[in-house]
């Protein structure tokens, strides 16, 4: 009998210990580094923004500690397979083509597209025939371009403030984004004196739904447990917080 309480003794300190190291292990997450006001490098050289601030947040309410990698956009998909990180908190829209690639948490945040000119372009969203479009590579934007503006000279840049300073530049006719995102540079660059909005604020099926978590196929605990998190901290008001630090409006 003292053998079998010994034995039962032994496996409960296993599992207990087992499921520590589970909760303590540290979660790498990928981001880009260069699409403020969500995610950016400061000039101390640290990662930040709501993305971050996000990924932080939920990594507390997990009790796992965060670790941050950041990779170039276009190749984000491939490092979370190889493992480089386990999960993408980058902004990147749900949407099914992407949907084939990884598994994604509930959406932290939907904000629609946009499509911007230099003031007084008096361009139309419906007729850029012939026009110079920039959009940021293996983006939802560029992938809506590509499908809905067959006539447009598509330009694909490696960030989004490449592609937004050639339109300063007179490089490009209009630049096609994400509307918080352009209309954070914009404020930066001469507000409303300098460039317009062209059209309605643009959804699309294309766009997707929202952004969330991605994470490597398959893992659905994981993609449980930031769903659990994310539930947590809009309800405990950490997310409005958050929000509230870089936005004036609601972006859930």
Not at 9 to 31: I, P
Not at 59 to 77: F, L, N, P, S, Y
Not at 146 to 173: I, M
Not at 204 to 231: C, M, S
Request: net charge positive; glycine share 8%.
């Amino acid at each position: 009998m003292k053998k079998i309480v010994l034995a039962l003794a032994t496996l409960g300190v296993a599992l207990t210990s087992g499921a520590y190291a589970q909760s303590a292990k540290t979660l790498r997450l990928g981001t880009e580094g260069a699409y403020p006001p969500f995610n950016f490098i400061d000039k101390d050289g640290k990662v930040k923004g709501f993305d971050i601030d996000i990924g932080n947040a939920l990594c507390a309410e997990m009790k796992r500690k965060c670790e941050w990698v950041t990779q170039d956009w276009d190749g984000i998909i491939p490092a979370l397979k190889a493992k480089k990180f386990d999960a993408i908190i980058a902004s990147m829209s749900i949407n099914e083509k992407r949907k084939e690639q990884v598994d994604f948490s509930d959406r932290y945040y939907f904000t629609p597209g946009m499509m911007v000119a230099r003031k007084g372009s008096g361009l139309k969203q419906n007729a850029l025939s012939g026009k110079t479009v920039g959009v940021q590579v293996e983006t939802i934007h560029a992938q809506f371009m590509e499908a809905r503006y067959k006539d447009v000279t598509l330009k694909q840049y490696k960030t989004q403030e490449e592609a937004n300073l050639d339109l300063a530049n007179g490089r490009l006719d209009v630049v096609m984004a994400d509307s918080a995102v352009v209309d954070e540079w914009i404020k930066a660059n001469g507000g409303s004196a300098k460039f317009e909005r062209i059209g309605d604020f643009i959804r699309d099926p294309i766009l997707g739904n929202g952004a969330g978590i991605a994470v490597r196929k398959g893992e659905k605990d994981l993609v449980d447990a930031f769903n659990k998190a994310l539930a947590a901290v809009k309800a405990n008001g950490t997310y409005t917080k958050i929000n509230n630090k870089y936005f004036d409006f609601d972006i859930r």
